[in-house]
């Protein structure tokens, strides 16, 4: 099996989340996105970026999340106690 390079698969969502607010961007004629870059303190961050009052969109977001920690939060070991103490890495793409 093959294995997958995470600093590639980061790059290609960033890349997909810059095409996506463009390309809306470019739709709308009017809004711009406001990205706000966030750190997570256990590990981790993102980027979130919103567009508001357009002629076409009110309001819309498109949003990138690469988190990683120790331990797996609760609410995700609450229906699979097996999994407590393990490490986990996620990405969450939003729009």
Not at 28 to 37: L, N, W
Not at 46 to 72: A, P
Request: net charge negative.
């Amino acid at each position: 099996m093959q294995q997958v390079d995470k600093h590639q698969v980061k790059a290609f969502l960033l890349q997909l989340q810059d095409d996506i607010c463009q390309k809306l961007e470019q739709q709308d004629g009017a809004a711009t996105f406001q990205q706000d870059e966030w750190q997570r303190e256990q590990g981790g961050g993102g980027r979130s970026r919103v567009m508001k009052d357009g002629q076409v969109f009110e309001q819309g977001g498109v949003n990138f999340s690469h988190v990683f920690g120790d331990k797996m939060p609760a609410s995700a070991t609450a229906h699979r106690p097996e999994l407590a103490g393990r490490k986990f890495e996620a990405w969450v793409y939003r729009w």
